[in-house]
């Protein structure tokens, strides 16, 4: 039968265990935990005549380089290569969790969201449009209760179908960082291009926005490249470009546009209840 390669992929609390506890029929720890170590659980399942293997990843925030969490997780995507990525996102908490997708967006992968902990947004009353926030990010966007093993059937139908390319949705869409950035962007991918067998592993947009973060893993990756030296001033020439023109670093100037991107589409997609429940502390 035929094998699809998987990873969870989110926020710490987002719920990646418990699904990949349903998934796999584990029973690893679930709740909010610190470990030591960083590591990944994997198991193997089937459904529908497909072989999965899921491998439930540390949480992170982000795909920067910071924490060793972090690196954990893009070193997974990139050498493991799973199929697809579950993006398991806790729907209470979208502006912060969406910014994670938007770097695995700029990965180009093919990526599927999990919508989780949906059960918590239809308790508040609000509304959001997650078949509208799909075509806007180009992911399939799938409700889940992590917690109780729902929407997990649609999840599996949905890996299978973007397996297939079977899912229209799904590709090349984006995140537009404004005029500026993108001019940049494309200078320094041109230079990447030169590179075929590079870049049939590494998307060169992806390598592009990494270099004008200062991102110390992309520079490493181009390294051996025959014309890293003309990369690196590319980059850097366009660094200093970005920099003079906005008066603000590079990287925060690619966050900004990422938690902008957000922003916009779940302007356009996320309504709140009228009838907010008061806390009371
Ligand atoms: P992880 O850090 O991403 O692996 O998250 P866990 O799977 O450990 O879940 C964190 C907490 O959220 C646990 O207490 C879970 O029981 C709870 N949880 C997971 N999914 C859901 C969900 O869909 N709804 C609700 N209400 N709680 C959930
Ligand atoms: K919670
Ligand atoms: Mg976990």
Do not use: W
């Not at 529908?48 to 380089?65: C, E, M, R, V």
């Not at 050498?79 to 398991?88: A, F, G, K, S, Y």
């Not at 967006?105 to 902990?117: S, W």
């Not at 990369?231 to 366009?238: F, G, H, L, T, V």
Request: aromatic letters at 8%.
């Amino acid at each position: 039968s035929k094998t699809i390669n998987i990873a969870l992929v989110g926020n710490p609390n987002a719920g990646k265990t418990s699904i990949f506890n349903h998934l796999a029929g584990a029973k690893e720890h679930v709740g909010n935990y610190s470990g030591v170590t960083v590591d990944s659980k994997k198991a193997k399942f089937k459904h529908k005549g497909y072989t999965f293997n899921i491998t439930d990843l540390p949480g992170t925030y982000s795909l920067t380089a910071y924490t060793p969490e972090e690196v954990f997780v893009r070193r997974f995507i990139h050498e493991q290569t799973p199929d697809i990525v579950i993006n398991v996102v806790d729907s209470s908490n979208l502006e912060r969790n969406l910014y994670l997708t938007t770097q695995l967006i700029d990965m180009d992968i093919r990526v599927i969201c999990a919508l989780n902990m949906y059960d918590e947004l239809l308790e508040k009353g609000d509304k959001f449009d997650y078949l509208m926030m799909g075509k806007l990010l180009g992911i399939p966007f799938i409700p889940t209760v992590g917690s109780k093993g729902k929407g997990l059937d649609k999840l599996l139908d949905t890996i299978i179908n973007v397996y297939a390319e079977k899912d229209k949705i799904t590709r090349h869409i984006h995140v537009n960082y404004g005029e500026e950035i993108e001019r940049s962007i494309q200078a320094i991918q041109s230079k990447i291009k030169k590179n075929k067998a590079l870049t049939v592993k590494y998307s060169s947009r992806y390598l592009a926005i990494k270099l004008i973060e200062k991102d110390k893993l992309a520079d490493k990756l181009l390294r051996d490249e025959t014309n890293y030296i003309e990369i690196r001033d590319q980059a850097e020439y366009e660094i200093n470009r970005l920099e003079t023109l906005f008066k603000e670093d590079s990287e925060t100037l690619i966050t900004d546009a990422k938690y902008g991107f957000i922003a916009g589409a779940l302007k356009e997609t996320y309504k709140e209840s009228s009838h907010k429940k008061r806390h009371v502390t």
